[in-house]
């Protein structure tokens, strides 16, 4: 039973026949069958070293591949899925593409264009690796979802007096990250900014950039929701996610592939383990059956003499 639980668990988390959840079950399969001849379904010993086949196959690798897939791209199993607020927004108003510059003083700011051709932002969302690129049409794909992109097309563009605080405020966040020592260009975003109305008549606005190279081929991308306050102060941050992708260099090695790696790896410790806990439990239970033998004796000798007496 708990081997079929496994195999299913495995299998689902993969998505079902994928070549990732079928490699990972030859490491766990070879323990769980040495599992099961050195000591037999039957035995007290079969479910721990089962068990630790589980452990040493699947549960260990797993945890060990989504903390690494964590690491490298800043989530844990998939990309984290857009703010709702943003996409379930009564009115669009303006939709513009941005990029960074430089002005006269040296600071960066935001220079804002029109979205016009929107199909070219919405990427390939049939292929699995859709929107690996096409982060600037996550928004633009969700709003479209929902038939709330503003008609007629294009939408208006933020004002250029918005455009010069949009930057500002997300410097001011705190979140924008510093590249690595010759990653000069990492502050310089470009992407989506959105301002819409929520259902409670909040004036919401949304960032979805990409920052420049941190460090070798490893890029930022940047989701920040901000809502204006009533009295007119600072535009508060209702939320914020970042995570990372990469242009020719590491992308599309997450953690199922982590993860298999990581159970061929552990494979031949796993089955040092099992040994060592197999040979464990056979000495005591060895032990206990020659204890068991010696008291039968001594109560059979004991019996003998008494019989004798008698």
């Known amino acids: ?28 399969g070879f323990t769980a069958i040495l ?35 964590y690491a490298i791209w800043g989530y844990f199993l998939d990309r984290p899925r857009l703010d709702h607020r943003i996409a379930e927004a009564v009115r669009v108003e303006t939709i513009t593409h941005v990029e960074t510059l430089s002005a006269r003083d040296g600071k960066l700011t935001f220079l804002g264009t029109p979205v016009e051709d929107i199909e070219s932002y919405l990427g390939r969302p049939h292929r699995p690796d859709g929107d690996y690129y096409e982060l600037d049409g996550r928004i633009l794909r969700a709003l479209k979802e929902r038939r ?11 004002s250029a007096e918005r455009l010069l605080t949009a930057y500002r405020l997300l410097e001011d966040s705190g979140r924008l990250e510093d590249g690595a020592p010759g990653y000069d260009n990492a502050r310089k975003l470009r992407g989506i900014l959105v301002e819409a109305t929520d259902r409670d ?33 600072p535009a508060r941050l209702l939320s914020f996610q970042r995570f990372y992708y990469d242009v020719a260099g590491m ?41 068991a033998d010696a008291a039968g004796c001594a109560a059979s000798a004991e019996a003998n003499e008494f019989d004798g007496r008698g």
């Open 35 to 69: 599992a099961r001849i050195r000591s037999g379904p039957g035995r007290p010993d079969y479910r721990p070293t089962l068990l630790i086949a589980v452990a040493g196959t699947l549960l260990i690798p797993f945890l060990v591949a989504i903390a690494i897939n």
């Open 201 to 233: 008549g909040r004036r919401l606005l949304f960032a979805g950039v990409s920052g420049g190279e941190v460090s070798n081929d490893h890029y930022p991308y940047y989701e920040f929701l901000f809502a204006d306050e009533p009295a007119g102060g």
């Open 251 to 291: 992308e599309g090695i997450e953690w199922p592939a982590f993860f298999v790696i990581l159970a061929y790896l552990l494979f031949i410790p796993t089955l040092v383990v099992q040994t060592i806990v197999a040979f464990i439990l056979w000495r005591g239970r060895r032990r206990r059956a020659r204890a």
């Open 148 to 158: 709330a992109l503003p008609t007629p097309w294009p939408a208006p563009s933020m």
């Open 1 to 28: 039973m708990i081997l079929i639980l496994v195999v299913a668990l495995v299998l689902a988390v993969f998505r079902l026949g994928s070549w990732a959840g079928l490699g990972t079950l030859v490491p766990f």
